[in-house]
């Protein structure tokens, strides 16, 4: 089993659209889960922490389910601004961070 | 708001050259990271360092790599011998504490081309 495994997408989704991604995650000791969004050619920026069940933050929601090693991201009322690849990130270990391949999102007007 | 800032942000340079990517950390972080992305592909663990040692590296991150803090501010990678598939996005990031459960900051990148 991979160790962060994503949707593939792309999601194609018109504006105001509410859009989920999901995650799942191999390494059952994993305490803490992030969301880090990634624009075309540029660098992971961190979206939401989630440390217990879930977090929100605005239009996005991110919940946890440690029973099934499954992290969600919800996207309520999508903007073009959102358009981009959504990387879910699991800590392995102390310190290294372990990559999803990411999810692609695309909102159209 | 503080940044990781990695220069240059574009390197070319000839297969089996040496290069050095260079980043300066968030100033009040201890933890400092490599990580690499091939293009198309995941972002990839290289090396993290902490009190001036590796504390971590991936299999990647064979003796072609070092890494080194040569003063208080910037924090580098070296690659010798470099190869074609070295070609790829260099991020640097850092993080106050060393846990997992501490985001860490990405600076935007250098773009490795290997000719």
Redesign the interface.
């Known amino acids: 089993r991979k160790e962060v495994e994503q949707d593939p997408g792309p999601f194609n989704v018109p504006e105001g659209a509410t859009v989920a991604f999901n995650c799942t995650y191999s390494n059952s000791a ?3 889960f ?1 969301w880090y969004r990634q624009d075309c ?6 979206l939401m ?1 989630v ?1 217990s069940s879930g977090n929100e933050d605005g239009r996005f929601t991110a919940q946890l389910n440690r029973a099934s090693q499954y992290i969600s991201l919800l996207i309520r009322d999508s903007k073009l601004s959102d358009s981009a690849t959504y ?1 879910c990130v699991v ?12 999810t692609r999102l695309s909102v159209i007007a | 708001e503080p940044e990781v800032t990695q220069t240059p942000s574009h390197q070319v340079t000839q297969m089996g050259q040496e290069v050095i990517l260079r980043c300066v950390p968030i100033s009040n972080h201890l ?1 400092f ?1 490599w ?1 690499r992305q091939i293009l198309g ?5 290289l090396v ?1 360092f902490y009190n001036n040692e590796i ?2 590296k ?1 299999e990647i991150f064979d003796d072609q790599f070092s890494v080194e803090r040569p003063d208080g501010s910037n924090f580098t990678l070296k690659i010798r011998s470099t190869k074609l598939e070295d070609s790829a ?1 260099y ?1 640097c990031a850092s ?1 106050y504490i ?4 501490q ?7 250098t ?1 490795l081309s290997i000719l």
Do not use: A, C, I, W
């Open positions: 994993s305490q803490s992030f050619r540029k660098e992971p920026k961190l922490s440390y990387l800590p392995s270990g102390n310190t290294p961070l372990v990559f999803g391949k990411g | 933890y990271y990580y592909q995941k972002v990839e663990f993290s504390s971590e991936s996005m991020f993080s060393g846990q997992g459960d985001p860490q900051h990405f600076g935007d990148g773009r």
